[in-house]
């Protein structure tokens, strides 16, 4: 059965040095608990009660410091043999000193010399023959006032502590209370009654028995009567402060305590139930009945725990590898798996890849009807710009020049939907690099990358929708650069030789707008009469012819400005959104230029199997880019801690289990 109490201390231990304190200073949020399943024994009770005496004399060691000291210190002690403890012996004088001074630096160092209380328990096993198995913790003694030094807070943040510790239900509490008080103001009774009101967890100490006034005892309290709890009382005699500094020894002490017991008129019949050693023995077998019972629900706690640190280890990923060829890897990888959502975009599969096509469907068309041609082709406007064309010498058949400027000029008016069209395909896709970014998993845990990578893929953006800015302006220009001759030849001739009467035409009733079926052939009347050459008939015609052939080639661009736009933008996105990036990740003296992911990749291989000066360098970058999340390497750091902590009390538990 020892080794039950054993194996606590050990996972216990382990605990501590892993980082499990529980969750009593509301760190590790969200980390499973080992320390807290645990079975443990605290020590409570009021200044100088005697609590660091009781356990000293479980130990068989002084070793506490004494005082203000209000480290909490785990204790675990357990049976050597003989011989492997007589080896230290020798130098044990000095060792005590030791520890002593230990667990003072060790508090300063914790609590940085303010006096002020920390959760974290010191570890502390002893080795002895003079000693049952137990694991105790030394809480710090209730304070009433704080003393110089320590913050004013200390009193309530003691009581704090020292509760959420009594509080667990694996705790078992050791309750000191001096006999030479009354039993009714004892703090660790009133603490006990609080948190373990049925008293199935707690048992009453009672110190200072020898310190009594002569006539008292503490029969009442002994046997039960002052204070019921389900646990026996059990009273002891520490060594006194006078002892302290006279140097006796525990064994001395013990055998003393023991000759008080037997030789005391008030306690003699209850000898056999008193004492340090049998408050020792008494813990020890009840501790170890309480392990026993709760191994099974341990266990399985253990093994669902490490399935779910597991899972979250995986979802966490691995960490960033150390070597350039590696990290290239990585990166190439998780660009890889950008460029791949960012495609699902675009071809279907996720949305947002229509939203190009409603800009071809819906806006530009809406932005060329939106043109004001109805007023630039006002027959102020036409008669306007002809006269203008004419110069001084009026245009004797049709106006040649002034065809001309009216249709250049009106071209002109296309470029505002062109552009338009080109910025507002640039907005879907850099949306959509948003959103891919959002959505690939992978990256979620490098942050540095994320907006290196949009910054890259911007950039390309700007440059291909500078180029599809350029191809569909040019596409405007080149209509106005060479007109349609076909268009006017095909104008009915009759109209410019008098033959057509104004008005006749339907559309020249009308004022000129964009309404091209209607005016494809404006002058298809051939009754018509002879026409006033610088009449409004005249000028109404020429507006409407301009307004057909303006139409016509606003149903060319409406067509062709797509394409441009589509193979600028959008193809180029698909082809080459990352290869600027690509470049530079990759340039180093060795490959000073990667024109393709593909010798991108050859080359993180093989710079990986041949690691040289150049991967180094470029390692620093490199290894800039895959920064994670500081919270979230920290908490793969904490899980990993955990995990190999719940794996190791796995394995102690499953040995005991064999041995057993
Ligand atoms: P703590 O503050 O609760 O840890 O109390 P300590 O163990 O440091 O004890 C405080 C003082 O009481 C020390 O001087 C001890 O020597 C003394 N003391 C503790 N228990 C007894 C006891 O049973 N008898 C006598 N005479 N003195 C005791
Ligand atoms: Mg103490």
């Not at 694996?170 to 703090?187: R, W, Y």
């Not at 939203?355 to 043109?371: C, E, S, T």
């Not at 027959?379 to 710009?385: E, I, Y």
């Not at 650069?481 to 009915?492: A, E, I, M, W």
Request: hydrophobic share 35%; proline share 5%; charged share 25%.
């Amino acid at each position: 059965m020892e080794s039950l109490i054993g194996l606590v201390n050990k996972i216990q231990r382990a605990c501590t040095s892993l980082g499990d304190f529980g969750d009593a200073d509301g760190k590790g949020v969200g980390l499973p608990t080992l320390w807290e399943s645990l079975p443990s024994v605290a020590v409570v009770g009021g200044q100088s009660s005697g609590k660091s005496s009781v356990l000293e004399s479980f130990v068989g060691r002084d070793f506490l410091p004494r005082g203000s000291g209000r480290k909490l210190i785990a204790l675990s002690s357990w049976h050597r043999d003989q011989k492997a403890f007589s080896a230290t012996a020798a130098q044990d004088g000095r060792r005590t000193t030791l520890v002593r001074k230990e667990i003072e630096d060790e508090t300063d160092r914790v609590t940085g010399k303010t006096k002020q209380i920390s959760p974290h328990p010191i570890h502390l096993s002893i080795y002895s023959p003079s000693v049952v198995n137990l694991t105790l913790i030394d809480l710090p003694g209730l304070t009433k006032v704080a003393v110089e030094g320590q913050p004013d807070s200390i009193v309530q943040d003691i009581e704090n502590m020292v509760h959420s510790y009594v509080a667990k239900p694996n705790c078992i509490i050791l309750a000191i209370s001096p006999a030479n008080q009354d039993i009714a103001t004892s703090d660790a009774m009133k603490l006990a009654r609080e948190v373990d009101p049925t008293g199935e967890r707690t048992f009453g100490v009672l110190t200072k028995l020898d310190l009594m006034d002569k006539g008292t005892n503490a029969l009442d309290v002994l046997e039960g009567r002052s204070f019921r709890l389900q646990r026996p009382w059990v009273g002891v005699v520490n060594r006194s402060q006078a002892d302290i500094n006279r140097n006796v020894d525990m064994i001395l002490s013990r055998r003393k305590e023991r000759e008080y017991f037997a030789t005391s008129p008030d306690y003699s019949h209850l000898a056999s139930r008193m004492g340090s050693e049998y408050l020792a023995a008494l813990l020890s077998k009840h501790l170890e009945s309480v392990i026993k019972s709760r191994i099974p629900s341990i266990t399985s706690s253990i093994n669902q725990t490490i399935d779910e640190l597991e899972a979250e280890m995986n979802h966490i990923g691995r960490p960033v590898a150390v070597d350039a060829g590696a990290q290239l890897y990585t990166i190439l990888e998780l660009c890889r798996a950008f460029d791949k959502v960012f495609k699902e975009h675009l071809d279907g599969g996720r949305p947002g890849g229509d939203r190009i096509y409603g800009v071809f469907d819906n806006q530009l068309p809406a932005a060329l009807k939106k043109l004001p041609f109805d007023r630039y082709l006002s027959l102020q406007n036409v008669k306007k710009v002809v006269s203008e064309a004419d110069g001084y010498q009026p245009h004797l058949i049709a106006p040649e020049q002034g065809y001309r400027r009216l249709i250049e000029r009106g071209l002109a008016y296309f470029r505002g939907p062109a552009e338009a069209s080109v910025d507002a395909v640039h907005f879907v896709l850099k949306e959509l690099v948003r959103q891919s970014i959002g959505e690939t998993q992978e990256l979620k845990r490098f942050p540095t990358l994320q907006s290196e990578l949009a910054a890259a893929c911007y950039e390309a953006l700007e440059r291909f929708r500078e180029d599809s800015r350029k191809t569909s302006i040019r596409l405007v220009d080149m209509e106005a650069s060479y007109l349609t001759v076909d268009f006017f030849r095909k104008l009915p001739l009759e109209v410019e030789r008098g033959t057509g009467p104004a008005g006749t035409n339907p559309s020249t009733n009308n004022p000129p707008g964009v309404t091209p079926a209607s005016n494809k052939h404006p002058g298809a009347n051939s009754a018509a009469a002879t026409i006033d050459r610088y009449g409004d008939g005249h000028f109404r015609r020429i507006g409407s012819n301009v307004s057909a052939y303006i139409s016509m080639v606003s149903e060319t661009l409406r067509n062709t400005i797509p394409k441009a736009a589509v193979y600028c933008q959008v193809r180029e996105a698909k082809r080459s959104l990352l290869n600027h990036f690509y470049t530079k990740v990759g340039k180093t003296e060795v490959a000073p230029l990667f024109n393709s992911l593909l010798d991108l990749i050859f080359w993180s291989l093989w710079s990986r199997y041949s690691c040289n000066a150049t991967c180094v360098a470029q390692g620093d970058h490199l290894a800039k880019l895959l920064d994670e999340d500081p919270a979230l390497m920290e908490r793969r750091l904490q899980c990993a801690k955990r995990l190999e902590l719940y794996k190791s009390a796995r394995d102690d538990i499953e040995s005991v289990s064999w041995s057993r």
